[in-house]
Each structure stands twice: as structure tokens, then as C-alpha cells.
DNA sequence: TATCGCATTTCGCGGTACGAAATGGATAAG
DNA sequence: CTTATCCATTTCGTACCGCGAAATGCGATA
């Protein structure tokens, strides 16, 4: 219950990294050196670190974790739990009331986290769940076909690319694509988002569309839109979408799937390829299959992160089993 | 949407400490002396601290709070968003990183929080958001009709008592409830559960009672027992169940209903009062009503602090809207 | 190649967090 | 009522740790 880090996902510093620095085959990295957030060399590991951890704010956040674990916590539970001084643990515990995360009271004994830890917690469903499901299958992807994988999420009526192997892939056409917003309508995502999301949403985007004046989506685009997309999901689990070949870059063309949790498409991922280089033969075993078994392990990832979530219905545990006498009446 | 802090429900240090020390035809407090965990005297506002809140603590959380805002965070972007000096931001990302609450990673370029942020706020849903929706009302409710009100959850085939108002009740029969755990069979709260919890898990705690060895439940108990359950279903909305007069203490009765969100029942709350003290015919208008009303309450602040929660249906933001360029093809 | 932006690191000072020991509030037992 | 005991909280002086201005240097862009 503890070990809510899926090793298969969590692998950051494992078979991921090994997939940044490791794979000669695809880029001779030197040894270890730095990582710095705005390289786009697919570094990921740290090697050494300057600061030395900040001990006050570790223990912080433990103490802060077992006021979570004993949901109503006295100084001396949490002194068993972490073993840390008690002048330590009231300091800690004054702090973070202070900020209001936690609550003290003695109408019912002891301290507890209040609602504003949410905030400590909000930013993690959407991409950076995404990304953490899909970081690792998408890096493997990119080893064994060599063209680069991006992942998107909707953005407004854009794509929004959040994620992308094109640093460790040999052939990426250009340095990065982080951030770009390519249109729902003619980009490969856009389109893989629009075909299998549900059915209201779908209406209501193409609404915001249609009165967008930047659009020109007149009733003849919607209509041959509308029968691409059911193009789209007749062609079973597997299909994927293609970019409008009249975008650019004319001489690539990119393929695209959604990945999606019960009945909704949370992010899209996708595989862009020089045209020339794979013959339209070839497509299906070298791109089309990889690519599928590559959302279908993400899509478990998913599935199991989506649990510690409390996103979908039953959460509520009961507090943890008592200790507590027996009530006499 | 960054203030979730309810005002209303909020009130630690407002009406509800009023309640505590301010109200003196209940007690007369003299100075707002120091507030201790295991004191039972209801106080509950700190007066001065002893320590200064940490500030690294507190710059650290900051931060992380800030890595929840922007979903993909870049130095720059946390420093625009806290004012703090970069340098302690990337001591403190670190020190997360460390502790694995934060992943960085050039592939998508920027810092993220992980799935691990989740032990920091695991144990708000349960007892942490009751008390947070029950606090104030309850104390009102135990001002207005002077008997202790205690609030309870369910804990394996019992209620375990989480919060009590006999502080601040100028007849509290007793020093502590707290921690104690009344019988699901014979307690006013544990019968206002089972009434009103729904039919599969009254089936699945009925199933454990039989084959508890304690509970010495036959067929004849059991049918009894779910007569009387349907009796109080059937009482309507304001209906509430009594403790059974065969308990300790027989000079007091007990009167508790149902706390809901939705169909489940999340606790339970109850009165306790001496029946000398109250004439049978008075007990509808004495006790029932205000409770009711509390309940009532109680209800739309759980309904309300749920929504921030993440625990029913639509969560997943998009990512916060696009300084980002739109994409070239 | 040169230039620039920005993530990261250095380093020495100053204040702040540490925690053993003391305090005293509060309950439980007699 | 008094005593014993528990435990949350505070004191206080020292050691050390976090601070942040300034320096560094990687990577991107032209």
C-alpha cells in the first residue's frame, strides 16, 4: 500500500536513463556530465549534486506524510513514525499551520491536514501524469524505430506538445517541438484527439471551431471532417490518424494515436517520419505496429496511476483500524 | 480558483474560536492561554508561537506549490511566479528531487511534480475534510443547545469517535469520548449509518456481524435489527436514530443521523442529553430540529470541499492556456 | 564563429534551526 | 483533594546550514 511508485513507470533513473545516456547505438553520450533543464540532449540524471539536500524541508514533508498516514496525529504518533525530536516535529507542525496546511484542535485531539494540501497535489493529473506514464515506453519506442515520439495533450483548440524523443532519435528534423501547438484540424494529434474523444466533447469543440474566426471552418470543411474522424474510429483500437499532407514539413509526415482512460482521450502521442525513408508498404509493421503496442503499455500505465488518484469514484478509506478501546455503552 | 479555502467552513480562527474561549455564558475563559493538543478544554487558537515558522519549509512548499500551478515549470517561470532568488529555487528543487516529489528532465523541459506528491495529501479525505466541514457548525450547534455533539466514521464493525463538542458543553456527562468506538448494533450512530448507508455495504457489514464471534448476531437479532432500519429509512429525511436504553449511560440517551455526499454515508452525528432534562414532547423542537439543521449544514460544506477533491467524476485540466507559439504545420 | 539567455555553481557570512533539558498543563489514580 | 504521571510545549546557547550576490558556462540562435 505503501509503494505507490510503479517501478515499470517510475524507472527515472533506470531503464529510461539508461535510454538517454546509455544507448551508444544511437548517441555516444561522454560521461555523465551535468543536466541542465533547458539542454535538449534527453539528459535526465543528475550525477552529482551541488546543494546538498535541505534537511528542514525533508523533514517537513515527512512529518507532513504522517500527519496524512495517522489522519489524526499527536506529537508523540508522529515522534514513533519518523523519530524525530519532538522539539523538531512541533516546530515543523507550527510551520505548517502557519502556511495552513495543517490544522491543530483539541476538540478532536491532535493535528490534522486541512484542505490546502491540495495544492501541493493539484498539478499532477494531466501532463505531468502523462508524462510519467508514458516517459519510459515512449524512450524505448524511439531506441528501437529510431524516429522521434512526441506526446500532446488539448490546449484551447491546438495540441500541445509536452513531451518529445527527438533528442535521442538520429533522424529528428529539427531541435525541438516542446511547446508548438499544431491545430486540431490538420495535425495528426489534433485529428487522433478529435476521433475518439466522447461524443459531447467532440460537439462541443468543433462548436468553439465553427465561431472561431481564425477557422474559415465552413459547413463543407465540418462535414469532411466530420467524415474523416468516423474514418478514424471505424478502423477498430489500432487506427491512427495522419497529418494533412499540405502542412509542414511536406517532405515528413506524422502519425498519431490517442491515449485514453475509460471512455476519455487524455493526450495524444505521435511518430513523424521522413516520407522517402519508409516505403508506404513498410508502414504498417515498422510504424503503425510499434507505435500501437507503445500506446497500449502507456494506456497501463495509465490505468494504474489513474488508481492512487482518487480521480474515479471510491475513495474515502476508513481511518486506519483502531487501537482505540472498546466504547463501554 | 486559487482561493478553495472556503470561508465559511474555513473558520478555525473566527466563529469557531469565538466559540471556544469567546463564549462565556458557557465558560469564562480568562486570557487566551496557551492551546494544547491534549488539553480538553476546546481551546484552539495558538495565542504567540514559540517558533518562527521555518522559512525554508515554508520557500519550499512554495515552490512546489508553484510546480502544481504551472505543470511544466522552467527556473525562470517559478521565479516569476515567488519572487524568491533562483539560486534557493534550485536548492529546493533539489531537495524535492531528492525526496522524489519532483522529476526534472530536459525531454520535456522543465521541472514536474510526481505521482509521489500524493502522500502529502492522502489523508485529507476521511476524517481531516469531516472535521473541516463539521468544526464550526457543530460548535454553533453545541452553543445554541448547550448538549455535547460528537461526530463519528465508521471503523471496522464500529463508530470511532473523532470529534466532541463536551468541551464546551456545560453538562458533558464525561471527560472524553474521543477514541472511544461505540457498537454499529447498539449505538445511535452506528444505527444512523447502517439505515442509511447503501444496500450492498449494509449487506457486506451485516455478513461480517454474523460471523464475528463477538457480536453473538442470530437470525432473530438480525431480523430485529433490519426492521428497525427500515423503520428509521422510512422516517424521511430528518429521520435519526436513538441508542439503544439497554446502554451505559441509561440516565442519558443519544439521538445521531447520517452525514451524506452523494448515496454514501461518510459519518455520523449525535447528541447526547439527559432525558430528565428533556421532556419527551420537547425533543422534536429541543434536539431533532437544530440538529437536523446542522446536519443540513454540514452537508453542503462536505458537498462543497468534495468538489476541490478530485474524488467524483471530471477532473484533468488542460494545461494552463498558451504563452506558447502556435505550432508551424 | 560570436553572442546571448539562462540554468547552475561558488563561497563566505549571518542568522537560524537544532535538540537536550527544563517546564508546566492536564489527566488519572488514590 | 492530593499526588503521580504523561506528554505537549518552551528555553537557550551552540553549531551549522541555508542564503543570495556574483561568477560560471552550457546550449541555443544568428
Redesign the interface.
Known sequence: MEG??HPAI?A?SDEANAA?FGAPELREEKSPTR??????????D?GR???P??E???R??EI??A??????A??TAIHAATHLPKPTI???L????????V???????????????????????????I??AS?APA?ELTRRIKWPIGIG????L?I??????G??SPWAHTS????????LL??AMGRAYMAFCPDDEREKILACLRTDPLQDFDLEKETKFRQLLARLRNGGSCGFAV?DPR???KQMTTLAMPLMFED?V?AAISVSFYKSAVPLQNISKQIVAPLSETRQKIEENLAL?MR??????D?????P??L??????
Open positions: 505507490l511508485s517510475m527515472h538517454c543536466c541542465r533543464t533547458n539542454s535538449r540532449r534527453g539528459l535526465s543528475p549534486r551541488s546543494y539536500p535541505v528542514a524541508v525533508r517537513a514533508l507532513l506524510r500527519v496524512n498516514r495517522l489522519r489524526i499527536s506529537v512541533i516546530r515543523m507550527e510551520t505548517l499551520m502557519a502556511d495552513g496546511y490544522a491543530r484542535d483539541n476538540m478532536f485531539g491532535g493535528y490534522r491536514v486541512t484542505c490546502k494540501v491540495h495544492e501541493l497535489t493539484k498539478g499532477y493529473d494531466g501532463i505531468s501524469m508524462i510519467e516517459r524512450i495533450v488539448l490546449d484551447g491546438a500541445s506538445i509536452q513531451f518529445w524523443t533528442a535521442i525541438t517541438v516542446l511547446g508548438l501547438r499544431p491545430a490538420s495535425s497529418r502542412t509542414e514539413p476519455r487524455l496511476l492512487g488518484t482518487g480521480i474515479h469514484g475513495a474515502i478509506e476508513p481511518v483500524h483502531g482505540a478501546p472498546l466504547a463501554p455503552g
